[in-house]
Nanobody, 114 residues
Framework: QVRLVESGGGLVQPGGSLRLSCAAS????????MRWYRQTLGKQRELVATITNGDTTTYTDSVKGRFTISRDNAKNTVYLQMNNLKPEDTAVYYC????????WGQGTQVTVSS
């Protein structure tokens, strides 16, 4: 059974930082690219960052230079370090294993507000 569990969300002031984690089980983690998405109410889920199984990373333009995706294959975990957070980063953040799969976590809320 595939399970992805996100953690690390919360309330932070503008300019602050958070690190999200996503622990995976039930998959051969090293064979999957991993992705972070985010979604706000009434909007489509947006791809934020991707890391391949070869550690190549890509980001949506709005987070380049502020967010960093990384993975620890020994811990079957993917991270999203988010710095200089802005109110528009407020969303539920989800991790996903693979591209054409339905392997999603349950989401973690990130709220950026003063």
């Amino acid at each position: 059974q595939v399970r992805l569990v996100e953690s690390g969300g919360g309330l932070v002031q503008p300019g602050g930082s958070l690190r999200l984690s996503c622990a995976a089980s039930g998959i051969v983690f090293t064979t999957y690219s991993m992705r972070w998405y985010r979604q706000t109410l009434g909007k489509q889920r947006e791809l934020v960052a991707t890391i391949t199984n070869g550690d190549t990373t890509t980001y949506t333009d709005s987070v380049k230079g502020r967010f960093t995706i990384s993975r620890d294959n020994a811990k079957n975990t993917v991270y999203l370090q988010m710095n200089n957070l802005k109110p528009e980063d407020t969303a539920v953040y989800y991790c996903k294993a693979g591209r054409d799969t339905n392997y999603w976590g349950q989401g973690t809320q990130v709220t950026v507000s003063s």
